[in-house]
Nanobody, 115 residues
Framework: QVQLVESGGGLVQAGGSLRLSCAASGSVFSINVMGWYRQAPGKQRELVARITSGGTTTYADSVRGRFTISRDNAENTVYLQLNSLKPEDTAVYYC?????????WGQGTQVTVSS
């Protein structure tokens, strides 16, 4: 079992920045992929970014160049730096870990960008 605890969401004006954190605990030995998804009202959950233990990253086209994902393998923590935020980035952001054949999700953290 893996437990995920997120922090760092909030309300920010367009053009502003936020940093999300997600700490994994439990059976966390050698977690490969950690990532962030988001879900806006009335929309499906979508991938924002993910990172492997080796540092390979993947970004959604809509956030590439504005968001940066990173991780601390020793602390089993993944971060998402959100810059140049837009109102359309408003969503609940979920931390995700794929480990030992299972998907684990955090509780979600709200990001609201005002115009």
């Amino acid at each position: 079992q893996v437990q995920l605890v997120e922090s760092g969401g909030g309300l920010v004006q367009a053009g502003g920045s936020l940093r999300l954190s997600c700490a994994a605990s439990g059976s966390v030995f050698s977690i490969n992929v950690m990532g962030w998804y988001r879900q806006a009202p009335g929309k499906q959950r979508e991938l924002v970014a993910r990172i492997t233990s080796g540092g390979t990253t993947t970004y959604a086209d809509s956030v590439r160049g504005r968001f940066t994902i990173s991780r601390d393998n020793a602390e089993n923590t993944v971060y998402l730096q959100l810059n140049s935020l837009k109102p359309e980035d408003t969503a609940v952001y979920y931390c995700n870990v794929f480990h030992m054949g299972r998907n684990y999700w955090g509780q979600g953290t709200q990001v609201t960008v005002s115009s």
